[in-house]
């Protein structure tokens, strides 16, 4: 109904300077509201519901070129959505990956199984680097420079005056295998000890003891949200695939559970990682 605008309940405060697509959220929500068209009646002249409108507009869906091309039309803005969105869809990041890194950005709790690297948030630029080229050798050096920074990029939200809660279990290979040579190496896992210590990050090792267990085919990630469902993210040789049915994830929380429990305790893993990187030095 036109009149008054209408929002969801309990809308998220977005920070527009978040991201290309927190940006553009604020943007249409502004403009929405200058039109005082509510939710529900902004889509019903896009052709889509109020829910994704709202879900546009705190920047937990990535808004599409078409739906920007009807929103400009109903709401004259001389093209601006438009714009805006080609704006969102430029990304640093491998095509598969973007909307996870965009979902990064906005979730207020990021859980992960890593088989065999460093999580991408946990890694420091030298380990990036050597992740990278061993993925991609005959990369130009430039376009490297500008991968291992927007990979750097993301860890900053393990530093904001309140980060989401993040907590990794690491394959005892990841701090095991001297990717980049021993000093990278020494490097990285004394930054993985430092952001346990500093409380910034909760670290759990599965250790080779523990033998077989429910993730043995591989990466995953958890991202849960303060105003949207939980997803899940499964990543093998140069893809990946955002899972969001509800059955899948709690299946998938289950198997995550059942490897956290294998685990060492915080305590034991942090004393590991610190006994892992002085091996590298010997």
């Not at 978040?18 to 529900?40: D, I």
């Not at 909307?99 to 890593?114: F, M, Q, R």
């Not at 291992?148 to 530093?159: D, H, N, T, W």
Request: hydrophobic share 45%.
């Amino acid at each position: 109904m036109e009149g008054e605008p209408k929002t969801m309940a309990n809308p998220r405060n977005l920070d527009p300077t978040e991201s290309p697509r927190a940006f553009y959220g604020a943007e249409l929500r502004r403009l929405r509201e200058e039109a005082r068209y509510s939710q529900e009646r902004l889509g019903e002249l896009v052709f889509c519901s109020g829910v994704y409108i709202g879900q546009i507009e705190t920047a937990v869906r990535k808004p599409q070129l078409d739906m920007s091309k009807r929103l400009d039309e109903v709401l004259k803005t001389g093209g601006l959505l438009t714009r805006l969105c080609r704006l969102v869809n430029r990304t640093r990041h491998a095509e598969y990956f973007a909307p996870v890194a965009e979902l990064e950005a906005l979730a207020t709790e990021i859980y992960e199984y890593a088989p065999m690297l460093v999580p991408g948030l946990l890694q420091t630029p030298e380990y990036a680097k050597a992740v990278i080229l061993g993925a991609q050798p005959m990369i130009a050096e430039s376009e490297l420079a500008e991968l291992v920074a927007a990979r750097i990029e993301r860890s900053q939200l393990l530093e904001r005056q309140t980060p989401p809660l993040f907590w990794a279990v690491l394959d005892e290979s990841v701090l095991r295998r001297p990717v980049g040579g021993a000093s990278v190496m020494r490097e990285q896992l004394a930054h993985i000890a430092d952001l346990i210590r500093r409380r910034r990050v909760a670290v759990q090792v599965l250790p080779y003891a523990a033998g077989a267990h429910a993730l043995m085919d591989g990466f995953l990630k958890f991202m849960d949200f303060e105003d949207a469902p939980s997803v899940a993210y499964i990543e093998g040789v140069r893809a990946g695939q955002l899972l969001d049915d509800p059955a899948t994830i709690k299946l998938c929380r289950l198997s995550y559970d059942c490897v956290r429990a294998a685990a060492l305790s915080p305590e034991a893993s942090l004393d590991l990682i610190v006994s892992a990187a002085e091996d590298q030095a010997k």
